[in-house]
Nanobody
Framework: DVQLQASGGGLVQPGGSLRLSCAAS????????IGWFRQAPGKEREGVSY????????LYSDSAKGRFTISSDRAVNVVYLQMSSLKPEDTAIYYC??????????????????????WGQGTLVTVSS
C-alpha cells in the first residue's frame, strides 16, 4: 500500500522557518512525483511544490518561489519542504501526495491536486506572533 506520512508542522513566528518531512513507502519512489499541497481554512487546496527525485526536477508555486525549497533523500524515501520567511498567510494544513509519472504529464499540471491519487494525513503549520 502507498503510505505517506507528513510531519514537522507547528507554530512559528512570522519570518521564521520550518522544515516539513514526508516519509514515503509502498511504491517505487523514483517512479513517482511527490508534491506538497496546503489548505487554509475556507480555501481550496493549492499546490506548493513538487519533486521528481530520480530526475532532480522541482517546481514551485508563485507563493513558494524564493522562500521554500523542496528536496529529497532517495536513500530513505523522504521528501522535505524547507520553508523560510514564513508569513501568516502560509498558515494551513500541509499535505504531501504522490502520483505515478507514467500516467502524468509534467510541468505545472503536477501542482494540481486532482492529478494525485495518494495522500498523506497532513501537518498543521501556523504562522503567528
Amino acid at each position: 500500500d502507498v503510505q505517506l506520512q507528513a510531519s514537522g508542522g507547528g507554530l512559528v513566528q512570522p519570518g521564521g522557518s520550518l522544515r516539513l518531512s514526508c516519509a514515503a513507502s509502498g511504491f517505487p519512489f523514483d517512479d513517482y512525483a511527490i508534491g506538497w499541497f496546503r489548505q487554509a481554512p475556507g480555501k481550496e487546496r493549492e499546490g506548493v511544490s513538487y519533486i521528481i527525485s530520480s530526475e532532480g526536477t522541482t517546481l514551485y508555486s508563485d507563493s513558494a518561489k524564493g522562500r521554500f525549497t523542496i528536496s529529497s533523500d532517495r536513500a530513505v524515501n523522504v521528501v522535505y519542504l524547507q520553508m523560510s520567511s514564513l508569513k501568516p498567510e502560509d498558515t494551513a494544513i500541509y499535505y504531501c501526495a504522490a502520483t505515478p509519472l507514467a500516467t502524468r504529464s509534467r510541468g505545472y499540471s503536477l501542482l494540481l491536486s486532482y492529478n494525485y491519487e495518494n495522500w498523506g494525513q497532513g501537518t498543521l503549520v501556523t504562522v503567528s506572533s
